[in-house]
């Protein structure tokens, strides 16, 4: 069957996503609580199962704690570092602004890092010349799923003694050299934002090994309420509580929960999904001179999040495309022409050469699991006849 529109994306809601909303619902506990608890278990669970990494079979090593977006889960992390006014973050220009935006909160700087332009993930041969005194974290994004070269990064932040908080909003599930991506960084943040491999509507994970980052960001998200002596000195349910930070109101609800607990048990499909979305892509635009296809790294796994091609005509192509029915997008408007930021961080366009090439050729097409065939060649019909 085909589709007179062709979404750019659509989430996958099965009945068996329904009847779990329906259920927490009726359970009578429709904020944080029981769904939740569920859903940072079977996460951490996921992360850990997937690894021959021995070090983390015991999850109690492993904290996933859930917020209502990514955006919170990046803020809690760099809150739980220590991150402090005219602090710097290296990151990509190549992101969402979600990944600068957070710095800023602090009145800290987000040091903005050329991307390659294969991958088009942080350059890491450009970090170091960025590095100050002041330079308390780097924020790897893993572009359209792909992991960026941890190793390198790992390398320089030990050398420097800095953090590395993951972007991992289109990371799951990604592998880099066979390990799952949330094992890796010091804090790792995924988002189940309703575009996102996983959606849960809005949401965010943050996960980590350091039980003192995990206990920070979990009373953080709830206003830096402490249960702690709650929990020594009182029978549970009692109505004492410790405020012992300044913290936020970032936490989820059961609703969202148990709208995760389903996703988590089909995402492993619905990669298998956009896998074979993506390879027939890659199939069909081989042989076309005019259209780049993604550049995937031998020891890298994607999660297809994103199918980002790249043309010479992108205005004009993407024009097309939505003439024919097809939407098309962009990812991303890089950081450092936002007006805002060009404003107050005083960032110049021509030091990050390769981020403009990316983001004037990029195009993202259409990728997921309810994504029919037919629209698929139609798609591909369609590109066929539009790029340049
Ligand atoms: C979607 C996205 C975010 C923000 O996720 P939310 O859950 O909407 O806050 C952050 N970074 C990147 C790279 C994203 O694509």
């Given at each position: ?8 994306h ?17 359970s009578?506990?429709v904020?944080?609580?029981?769904k ?6 079977v ?9 021959d ?6 999850t109690?090593f ?19 570092i220590g991150?402090?006014?005219?602090d710097?973050?290296i ?5 969402f ?5 957070v ?5 800290a700087?987000?040091v ?7 991958t ?7 970090i170091e ?7 308390k ?10 992991p960026?070269d941890?190793d ?20 799951l599930?990604s ?6 991506v949330?094992q890796?960084g010091d ?42 002596a709650?929990?020594r000195?009182?029978?549970k ?7 012992v ?6 936490n ?15 995402l492993?499909?619905m ?5 074979k979305?993506?390879n ?7 042989k076309i001179d005019?259209?780049?296809?993604p550049?995937i ?16 005509n992108?205005?004009?192509?993407i024009?097309?495309l939505?003439?024919e ?5 962009v ?15 005083n960032?110049?366009d021509?030091d ?8 004037e ?5 259409p ?10 060649e139609?798609?591909i019909e ?5 790029a340049?």
């Open positions: 069957m085909r589709n007179k529109n062709i979404l750019f659509k989430t996958h809601i099965g009945q068996e996503e329904i009847d779990a909303v329906v259920e927490a619902m009726k009578g506990w904020t944080m609580g029981p939740t608890i569920e859903f940072e278990r996460f951490s669970e996921y992360i850990f199962k997937n690894t990494n021995q070090i983390l079979l015991n109690d492993l904290h996933s704690v859930s917020c209502n977006s990514a955006t919170a889960a990046l803020h809690l992390a760099l809150k739980a991150l402090k006014k005219d710097e973050v990151l990509p220009t190549n992101t602004i979600a990944t600068a935006e710095v800023g909160y602090f009145d700087k987000p903005l890092c050329d991307v390659e332009y294969d088009h993930n942080i350059d890491c041969s450009k010349a960025l590095i100050t005194p002041k330079t974290a780097i924020m790897p994004v893993h572009f359209a799923g792909q960026c941890m390198k990064i790992i390398q320089i932040a030990k050398k420097h003694n800095i953090k590395i908080i993951e972007d991992a909003a289109h990371a599930p592998k880099y050299k066979g390990q799952l949330g890796i804090i790792t943040c995924f988002s189940f934002y309703a575009t996102k491999t996983l959606s849960t509507g809005e949401g965010g994970m943050a996960v980590t090994k350091n039980p003192d980052f995990a206990k920070s960001m979990r009373i953080n998200r709830l206003h830096g309420i402490s249960r702690d709650w929990d000195y009182t029978s349910g009692s109505w004492f509580y410790e405020v930070d300044n913290g936020y109101k970032y989820t609800t059961d609703l969202n929960s148990a709208l995760g607990i389903v996703q988590l048990k089909k492993e499909w990669k298998e999904q956009r896998e979305i993506a027939r892509y890659n199939e069909a635009f081989e005019h259209v780049v296809t550049f790294k031998e020891d890298r796994e994607t999660s297809w999040h994103l199918y980002v091609i790249k043309v010479s992108r205005n004009e192509f024009e097309n939505k003439k029915g097809v939407n098309a997008s990812h991303f408007i890089p950081v450092h022409k936002q007006p805002y930021y060009k404003n107050k961080y960032y110049q021509s990050y050469p390769v981020a403009n090439k990316v983001y050729e990029s195009v993202s097409l990728i997921y699991p309810d994504l029919s065939e037919d629209d698929l139609y798609i369609k590109v066929i006849k539009y340049k």
